[in-house]
T-cell receptor, first 111, second 114 residues
Framework: NAGVTQTPKFRVLKTGQSMTLLCAQDMNHEYMYWYRQDPGMGLRLIHY???????AKGEVPDGYNVSRLKKQNFLLGLESAAPSQTSVYFC??????????FGSGTRLTVV | AQSVAQPEDQVNVAEGNPLTVKCTYSVSGNPYLFWYVQYPNRGLQFLLK??????LVKGSYGFEAEFNKSQTSFHLKKPSALVSDSALYFCAVRDDNYGQNFVFGPGTRLSVLP
């Protein structure tokens, strides 16, 4: 049972490099989210999507872009990575907002 | 706007004793409340939720939570703690006046001592 799959699981970037994190869900959920988790700050919403072709900004969107070209996929892009973007990134999906299913996370280090 | 507070960064309890992890919330509409648990190097796992109905909600692994509207609280409880319950616990709220997004608390680290 897959649920929500995130790739890659780990990544080290140099400052200024770009990368894309992929989130895929197989539950036919309409809503998808990208969060970052930092010590003592809980989870903060970066961007979210309420359906295929839609995206919206969350609490901390600066420095990130997203796309949802297919219902099952939600991509998070960093155009020019900064050390402040060192974090653990979680993708989640939801059906009608009655609870999230989370991926296992991507640990990103920007040096 | 919606918000969640978890007033304790860390809770320590002896194995076999009851445990409580506190959560208070603020919403303008009706709250949907959730507890999630995170084990080291893992994603968040769903424990239980309150949407409507009975104020006492039972969830996974023997956990339960009580919705208290007057105190705007949703504390997580377990009658007898296990060492394997040691993890990071997150409370989350969704305000039905603000669409589908959830707000998470900062998390409480539970340590169950043998």
């Amino acid at each position: 049972n897959a649920g929500v799959t995130q790739t890659p699981k780990f990544r080290v970037l140099k400052t200024g490099q770009s990368m894309t994190l992929l989130c895929a869900q197989d539950m036919n959920h309409e809503y998808m989210y990208w969060y970052r988790q930092d010590p003592g700050m809980g989870l903060r919403l970066i961007h979210y999507s309420v359906g295929e072709g839609t995206t919206a900004k969350g609490e901390v969107p600066d420095g990130y872009n997203v796309s949802r070209l297919k219902k099952q996929n939600f991509l998070l892009g960093l155009e020019s990575a900064a050390p402040s973007q060192t974090s653990v990134y979680f993708c989640a999906s939801s059906d009608a907002g009655y609870g999230y299913t989370f991926g296992s996370g991507t640990r990103l280090t920007v040096v | 706007a919606q918000s969640v507070a978890q007033p304790e960064d860390q809770v320590n309890v002896a194995e076999g004793n009851p445990l409580t992890v506190k959560c208070t919330y603020s919403v303008s509409g009706n709250p949907y409340l959730f507890w999630y648990v995170q084990y080291p190097n893992r994603g968040l796992q769903f424990l239980l939720k309150y949407i409507t109905g009975d104020n006492l909600v039972k969830g996974s692994y023997g956990f339960e939570a009580e919705f208290n509207k007057s105190q705007t609280s949703f504390h997580l409880k377990k009658p007898s703690a296990l060492v394997s319950d040691s993890a990071l616990y997150f409370c989350a709220v969704r305000d039905d006046n603000y669409g589908q997004n959830f707000v998470f608390g900062p998390g409480t680290r539970l340590s169950v001592l043998p």
